[in-house]
T-cell receptor
Framework: DADVTQTPRNRITKTGKRIMLECSQT?????MYWYRQDPGLGLRLIYY???????NKGEISDGYSVSRQAQAKFSLSLESAIPNQTALYFC?????????????FGQGTRLTVV | AQSVTQPDIHITVSEGASLELRCNYS??????LFWYVQSPGQGLQLLLK??????LVQGIKGFEAEFKRSQSSFNLRKPSVHWSDAAEYFC???????????FGKGTSLLVTP
């Protein structure tokens, strides 16, 4: 079983709809992240969380919100989806700073907003 | 601000040929550097990482990378490329806010017969 699991793997939604992407991990890591990948732009950080009480905005948080329901669960929501939010979304975890900065990624969620 | 530049968007190599993917970084302190690979339809897998010490780092799948502080570079190399190496490669630097990584835009590798 994957250590970092994202659901759904693929989703098509309509403009204006609310959608939630879910991420769960079995690695026991405190830090969790949501990234967005667009062709030619690499991965950009949307939100990150140190624990259930600590949520922080990343580089491109506008139009997104997150919820850290438990140490193992971190959800990303699009309150009113728009076409330019069509992208590949990745959840990642890490064990902390220093030499534990390595990120472990889920398989990704491909979201299409029509 | 921390940043990563991967100058080559696409690279094509013949199977069996050597490979070098370039990565340049900007970071105010001693960086932690990473190379990840993304196969089609897959997540990102760590190839190798550098934190300190020996500047030549060995990774999985026969890859290695060399940290050159004077050139602010962390280039990825492989002596002989296999068709299965065709993928997207990302260089990353950290730690940044929240100990997140800052990624380059990626290099797409095509391997020809």
């Amino acid at each position: 079983d994957a250590d970092v699991t994202q659901t759904p793997r693929n989703r098509i939604t309509k403009t204006g709809k609310r959608i939630m992407l879910e991420c769960s991990q079995t690695k026991g890591h405190d830090r969790m992240y949501w990234y967005r990948q667009d062709p030619g732009l690499g991965l950009r950080l949307i939100y990150y969380s140190f624990d259930v009480k600590d949520i922080n905005k990343g580089e491109i948080s506008d139009g997104y919100s997150v919820s850290r329901q438990a140490q193992a669960k971190f959800s990303l929501s699009l309150e009113s989806a728009i076409p330019n939010q069509t992208a590949l979304y990745f959840c990642a975890t890490s064990d902390g700073g220093g030499t534990n900065t390595e990120a472990f990624f889920g398989q990704g969620t491909r979201l299409t907003v029509v | 601000a921390q940043s990563v530049t991967q100058p080559d968007i696409h690279i094509t190599v013949s199977e069996g040929a050597s490979l070098e993917l370039r990565c340049n970084y900007s970071y105010g302190a001693t960086p932690y550097l990473f190379w990840y690979v993304q196969s089609p339809g897959q997540g990102l897998q760590l190839l190798l990482k550098y934190f300190s010490g020996d500047t030549l780092v060995q990774g999985i799948k026969g890859f290695e990378a060399e940290f050159k502080r004077s050139q602010s570079s962390f280039n990825l190399r492989k002596p002989s490329v296999h068709w299965s190496d065709a993928a997207e490669y990302f260089c990353a630097v950290g730690p940044n806010s929240g100990y997140a990584l800052n990624f380059g835009k990626g290099t797409s590798l095509l391997v020809t017969p």
